[in-house]
């Protein structure tokens, strides 16, 4: 990975993507099959930091999205290839379930509908359940839920452990990642593109716009600005470990017509999760929370739990939808050749993604783009320890193997240093990076007592002034150099 101390003069590609979120990350690893010279580029200091790291981490069960959208034809397929993709790129994949419930009488023919949607699409195993077959599986919901349609296909992930897996994956077989790389400016001379950015200069002869809520605002640079992208902002609330097992399946109420409703998640590592809301902002970097949000959230999510409160909060975030004025998938080739266009990615966009990889990797082939397979890939990658999870005699073996995993780190989360290094060793740049690479600050005093562990091990690894340590990039360093004209009580 470019680290952006180095300029970039004049690098020539076959693609370049636009965007390291779940979709561009896709794209790279489905794309690095073949024998092309291929660049990811991305604004943020490290992949999955934009709208993925955000995302509710919900692969749909394949029967919310209509078969007349683009979301409803790649909702199904892309849900069918995220178990492989968990077991070769190691990441936490949970297929858990999901239960739509029916709160009112006129919800209960909606269920219907979307049964024999579902079953249309080919998606096994719908049934609806009665009140008293909630209460036996569910116990610790409300009683008064009417019925609920029950899809055994749905699971839970962790969507920027995906990220960092699908990229690592790209990168082993030969694309090229550049991060904290905004594109200033493209232009087109012939058949190929020059992309400005702050590392220089890259030449491509196909651009793929996976730039999510920015998708528009790149495209317009070169004239392909054929769609627009509003935002829609969700908070999520995280709540105590406490409450793990409070419920065991994803939890839905009947959907509104901008949004799935108020959830319950239980998230692949346990902690419950709660939200989001849906605020149309106009602002592109509004990532704020809110008294309002939560109250919404918690309000909603009373009527089918009461046994969920707002004091078991640990810690609350907000991401940005990209929502195309068509509420489909905007993919597909531009008015400008070469140029194309993979936008208005909202839900179910996490589940479509591998899906989405495919079919633009397709549309490309149809376009003329000669694509020859390697006759060597690799679909694995090693992927990180997980102490937490390792049995006595695994955990004294890694001891015996590495002193460092016999140095906890994060308390909250049984994080070792042995892990803290792997994360940094792999791409990890940032406090947020090793956070969501191995859980280190995730835990109940999310950060607390492990923070300046993680940074000094940081700033050892990288050569780096603990000054110099973000959470998530420039602008959000946590230590200040030290002033020493200032004296103690000085008020500054």
């Known amino acids: 990975m470019?680290?952006?101390?180095?300029?970039?003069?004049?690098?020539?590609?076959?693609?370049?993507?636009?965007?390291?979120?779940?979709?561009?990350?896709?794209?790279?690893?489905?794309?690095?099959?073949?024998?092309?010279?291929?660049?990811?580029?991305?604004?943020?200091?490290?992949?999955?930091?934009?709208?993925s790291k955000t995302n509710s981490g919900i692969i749909h069960s394949g029967h919310h999205a209509?078969?007349?959208?683009?979301?409803?034809?790649?909702?199904?397929?892309?849900?069918?290839?995220?178990?492989?993709?968990?077991?070769?790129?190691?990441?936490?994949?949970?297929?858990?379930?999901?239960?739509?419930?029916?709160l009112q009488p006129e919800d209960l023919h909606?269920?219907?509908?979307?049964?024999?949607?579902?079953?249309?699409?080919?998606?096994?195993g719908l049934e609806i359940w009665s009140p008293q077959r909630i209460q036996k599986e569910e116990p610790n919901l409300n009683?008064?839920?009417?019925?609920?349609?029950?899809?055994?296909?749905?699971?839970?992930?962790?969507p920027y452990e995906a990220c960092f897996g699908l990229i690592e994956c790209a990168q082993q077989n030969g694309a090229e990642l550049f991060c904290g790389c905004p594109v200033l400016a493209i232009n087109q001379t012939g058949a190929d593109f020059s992309i400005q950015t702050p590392q220089?200069?890259?030449h491509s002869r196909i651009v793929l716009n996976a730039a999510g809520v920015f998708a528009d605002r790149v495209a317009a640079m070169v004239g392909a600005a054929d769609f627009k992208i509003h935002c829609r902002k969700g908070e999520e609330y995280l709540l105590d470990r406490r409450l793990q097992g409070i419920v065991t399946r994803l939890i839905f109420p009947v959907p509104t017509a901008t949004s799935k409703g108020v959830l319950i998640i239980p998230t692949v590592d346990g902690p419950i999760m709660v939200g989001p809301t849906a605020e149309e902002v106009n602002n592109r970097e509004d990532l704020s929370t809110s008294f309002a949000g939560a109250a919404k959230i918690f309000a909603a999510v009373h009527q089918y739990c009461k046994a969920i409160s707002e004091r078991d909060t640990i810690t609350e975030f907000a991401g940005l939808r990209a929502v195309a004025e068509t509420n489909d998938f905007v993919i597909g080739p531009s008015p400008v050749k070469g140029f194309f266009n993979v936008a208005g990615i909202q839900s179910p966009g996490l589940t479509a993604a591998p899906a989405i990889a495919t079919y633009v990797t397709e549309m490309l082939r149809c376009e003329g783009l000669k694509l020859a397979e390697k006759p060597v890939w690799k679909a694995e990658i090693d992927g990180p320890f997980r102490f937490a999870r390792m049995t006595?005699?695994?955990?004294?073996?890694?001891?015996?193997?590495?002193?460092?995993?016999?140095?906890?780190?994060?308390?909250?989360?049984a994080v070792t240093e042995a892990e803290v290094r792997y994360a940094i060793r792999h791409g990890a740049r940032t406090l947020d990076g090793v956070k969501f690479r191995?859980?280190?600050?995730?835990?109940?005093?999310?950060?607390?007592?492990?923070?300046?562990?993680?940074?000094?091990?940081?700033?050892?690894?990288?050569?780096?002034?603990?000054?110099?340590?973000?959470?998530?990039g420039h602008g959000s360093e946590v230590c200040c150099p030290r002033q020493d004209n200032l004296s103690v009580g000085d008020g500054r």
Request: charged share 25%; aromatic share 6%; with cysteine.
């Open 200 to 202: 220089g200069v890259f």
């Open 66 to 102: 209509s078969p007349d959208t683009l979301k409803g034809r790649l909702e199904w397929a892309g849900n069918q290839r995220w178990s492989d993709l968990a077991r070769d790129l190691k990441f936490g994949f949970k297929r858990i379930g999901e239960l739509l419930l029916a």
């Open 143 to 158: 009683r008064t839920i009417l019925q609920a349609l029950h899809a055994p296909t749905a699971a839970v992930i962790n």
């Open 438 to 472: 191995v859980r280190a600050g995730m835990g109940r005093c999310q950060g607390g007592f492990c923070t300046m562990r993680v940074m000094a091990l940081l700033s050892e690894t990288l050569g780096l002034p603990l000054t110099e340590i973000t959470k998530r």
């Open 110 to 124: 909606y269920l219907q509908l979307l049964k024999k949607q579902g079953e249309d699409k080919g998606v096994p």
């Open 2 to 51: 470019n680290s952006g101390a180095e300029k970039i003069v004049g690098m020539s590609y076959d693609v370049v993507i636009i965007g390291g979120g779940i979709v561009g990350c896709a794209l790279a690893r489905e794309l690095s099959r073949y024998d092309l010279r291929l660049a990811l580029i991305e604004k943020e200091v490290e992949v999955g930091f934009g709208t």
């Open 392 to 413: 006595q005699q695994q955990r004294q073996a890694a001891i015996l193997q590495d002193p460092a995993f016999g140095r906890i780190v994060c308390r909250c989360e």
